[in-house]
């Protein structure tokens, strides 16, 4: 439970320093590479799946399947796929983790930019690990 704490601390550091200005520093130095996004993503996913309902791993898992052949990353359609809590707070870490690195790639360089895109990958890829 400790290292969980220790996870969620860091979500919510993360989204807070996504809403901060991208402007001093890339994404990648405020995010990592995607493959390190992808990395934290699979690891969150792992230690919240078994406080998933089968029907919200469901919805996961076909949020990251159109997540991953997204050519448009339009926010506001991805994120009506998954649910707006799952009733646990691990639950709600994945689907938090998921949506601050999506959301901060799209505000720095757009919803059509292959950047954006390569970072949308490494969260489907993330989340299709667990579930």
Not at 27 to 41: C, F, H, R, W, Y
Not at 54 to 63: D, G
């Amino acid at each position: 439970m400790k290292l969980f704490t220790t996870i969620a601390i860091a979500i919510a550091a993360l989204m807070f320093a996504s809403c901060a200005s991208t402007s001093f520093q890339s994404v990648e130095k405020l995010l990592g590479s995607p493959a390190m996004v992808q990395t934290d993503i699979s690891i969150i996913g792992g230690l919240a799946k078994s406080h998933l309902s089968a029907e919200t791993q469901v919805r996961i898992h076909q949020f990251a399947v159109t997540l991953q052949s997204a050519s448009d990353l339009n926010l506001d359609a991805l994120y009506a796929l998954l649910p707006s809590t799952t009733g646990s707070l691990a639950g709600d870490s994945i689907i938090s983790a998921a949506k601050s690195y999506l959301a901060s790639a799209v505000k720095t360089y757009g919803s059509r930019n292959p950047t954006s895109l390569a970072y949308a990958r490494a969260v489907a890829q993330g989340l299709l690990v667990q579930f």
